[in-house]
Each structure stands twice: as C-alpha cells, then as structure tokens.
C-alpha cells in the first residue's frame, strides 16, 4: 500500500506519469485487476510474444489504442473515476491487440486502429448504461463488437485486407490428438490468447502480472486454462487450436470474473464457476460453427455471455452464491 500511495503521489505532480498509469490500468483491467505495475508485465508479455511471432505490429497496436482509448475517454467523459481505474482503456486495448493480428499492414490499419479504439469508449459507455438496469458490466463485449464490425468490414474494402491467417496462433499438425506434453504449453498459451498471444513465455508473464494484483486471480487464470484444455482434449477438439489456446482463452476470463471477481471465495463459489468455465468452453464450440462461414474470430464473445448469464443468475437473495461487495 505505502508503495502504491507513494507512486500515486508520484502521478499527482507528474501529468506524464498520470498518462502512464491510466494507461497500464487499462492493460491490466483486461483481467479485472487495478495495478499498474500488472498492467506493464501484461504489456511485457504482449511484446515477447509480438517479438517471438515476427509481428511488432501487434504490440505497437496495443498500445497505440490504448493510448488513443485513454485520451478519448479524458477528452469525452467528465467522470475521472473510471478513466483512472483503467475501466475505458482495456477495450481498446483488445481492439488494437486484435487488428493487427487478423488484417493486412497498412496506413489504413493504424487510422482504423485510431477509429476504432475510440469507438471502443463511445461503445464502452452505451453498453454499460444499457445494462445498468441488470447491474452487470459491458466486460468485453465493446472490443468484441467493434472488431467484429471492422473485419467484416473488411471484405467489402480493398485497403482493408484480411490476413490468411492471424499472425499469432501457430499452425499445428490437425491429423493427431494433442499430446500429454503439450498440456502445460497449451495452458500457458490458453491465457496468453487472452491478448491474442500464443506464446508460453507470455502466458508466464502475465500469471506473473496477476500475482502481483491478486494471487487468487492468478490461481483462477491458471486453473480455468488447465481445466479448459483438458476438457476439449476429453471431447476431441482438434489438436491445433487447443495446443494454441484457442480453447482456453475466454474460460480464464470467465475462472476470474467468477472465482474471483464478483463472488465470495468458498465452496459453493468454486463449484459455480468451474460450471461456468464448463460451459464456456461449450459456448466457444458453437460460436466456432456458427462463426465459420462469417470468416471471423470468437473473440471473448463466449465468455461474455456465460459471464452475464451467471452472473444475471446470482443478483438475488436466493442465489446460490452471495454477491463479493
């Protein structure tokens, strides 16, 4: 605390130190935390994997539209308390990690980057005021929809060309069952693809980055990945896209939202959420099939709607959890 409190005081006489921890809030709130300090290993982990992938881009786009998400936020919003808790950069976050990742370099990625980073507040805002009603947050469903709405845009304009395969998920061979071996690789790949990452190394720093915010967060992230993995190699997923974490991506965000984040640690809590991350891994099979002929990603869709339907069914006293104050 005495850290935090002098880094605080820190931003308070420095503006450009403002700048630099709203931004890192913004990356760490991609998982729920409010630490800048998790924000900049999450940063890290973005760029080992970029480097690994030969795709700087990426990394350059995370930050780019992290930074335009924070000053749009400044400039549009006269409540501070969100921008300064990160709560508006993490959407933009993702948009400026996912562009890059499935379109074409060009002059016209990074104006869009730009556009749709500030999109992702104006969506932010809208979604969270629509769903007040149900006391249930947007989490990433703005990311999802404003990079939805850019790559299917981009089968109708040349400037906007789509990459034949997104630059950081790793070709495997599809014709053979994933090993034993690779359980604990693809783990580790299941939470680093929660930054569209596909890096072992990644997925290390940003456990790291969650240790230092919330050792249970960290556990939820760990457990949810591993028991994703193994539950699609149990039903006979292919061997590609478990061991690159396309399985286990968004049952982290689920393990976290609700083993940590919304409910009250205890029994009750672990068997809800294990449900949870369960069913998510479910729901990203039947956006998978129904995504395909669309020729777009899942994104964190599937665990957006688990998340609000578990969560949307524990708000009342008769839940079978009590809601984290």
Known sequence: MEKKTRWLTYCDR?????WLDWVLRGFSQVMFQNNPLTGLLFFAAIVVSAWQANAPQVAWGCLLATLVATLSARLLLKDRTALTRGMLGYNGCLVGAALPAFLAPSAWLWLCIIFSALMSVI???????????????????????TTWTVLLASHSFLRLAPLP????????????????SHIIPATLDGVSQVFLCNSPAG???MLL??????????MMALAGSLIAVLIAMLAGAGSQPIESGMYAFSPVLTAIALGAVFNRLGIKTLCYTLTGVVFTVLMQGAFNTLLKPL????LTMPFVIVSWLFLL?????????????
Not at 14 to 18: K, R, Y
Not at 295 to 298: A, V
Request: a neutral charge.
């Open 203 to 205: 997925g290390i720093l």
């Open 14 to 18: 420095v503006p450009v130190l403002s």
């Open 123 to 145: 969506v932010t805002v809208g979604v969270n005021r629509l769903l007040k009603q149900w006391q249930i947050a947007a989490l990433t469903a703005p990311f999802v929809f």
């Open 165 to 180: 395969q997104p630059v950081l998920v790793s070709v495997t061979p599809p014709d053979m069952l994933p090993q034993l």
């Open 295 to 298: 020729d777009i990603p899942t």
């Open 209 to 218: 980055g969650l240790a230092v915010s919330s050792r249970l967060a960290m």
């Open 313 to 325: 069914a524990n708000q009342n006293e008769n839940s079978p959890l009590s809601s984290a104050p």
